[in-house]
């Protein structure tokens, strides 16, 4: 009976593990909308959320975005996130990393997806 305490505990702490890893959204400020019209640089379509890298010009901003299973449901695949797509982000910049936001909706060759 030990065994499986042991086991269950064991599989209980690897499941948590990406939950415990997942950063919460209060580390960006809401107060401060954003609204940022450039270039993709990077693109990351993976878990727990995608990302891209945005070339405002004059800065290169680093866009967290929804994790892909929602964004492919809401039609942004990852095909629609490459390197030179000018893209237009709206969301809300991180309170300790100036060039980091977290992004409510993208908007990729004249379509929007809401990504919360």
């Given at each position: 009976?030990?065994?499986?305490?042991?086991?269950?505990?064991?599989?209980?702490?690897?499941?948590?593990?990406?939950?415990?890893?997942?950063?919460?959204?209060?580390?960006?400020?809401?107060?401060?909308?954003?609204?940022?019209?450039?270039?993709?640089?990077?693109?990351?379509?993976?878990?727990?959320?995608?990302?891209?890298?945005?070339?405002?010009?004059?800065?290169?901003?680093?866009?967290?975005?929804?994790?892909?299973?929602?964004?492919?449901?809401?039609?942004l695949s990852s095909e629609d996130?490459?390197?030179?797509?000018?893209?237009?982000?709206?969301?809300?910049?991180?309170?300790?990393?100036?060039?980091?936001?977290?992004?409510?909706?993208?908007?990729?060759?004249?379509?929007?997806?809401?990504?919360?």
């Open positions: 009976m030990r065994k499986l305490s042991v086991i269950s505990l064991l599989v209980t702490s690897l499941v948590a593990l990406p939950v415990a890893a997942h950063h919460g959204w209060s580390s960006y400020d809401n107060d401060k909308p954003l609204t940022l019209t450039g270039n993709v640089v990077e693109a990351s379509y993976t878990y727990p959320h995608g990302t891209i890298k945005l070339d405002t010009g004059g800065k290169t901003w680093l866009a967290v975005l929804a994790p892909p299973s929602r964004m492919s449901a809401r039609g996130l490459k390197a030179g797509v000018q893209a237009t982000v709206e969301g809300y910049p991180n309170r300790d990393d100036p060039s980091e936001m977290r992004a409510e909706r993208i908007t990729i060759g004249g379509k929007t997806t809401e990504l919360r």
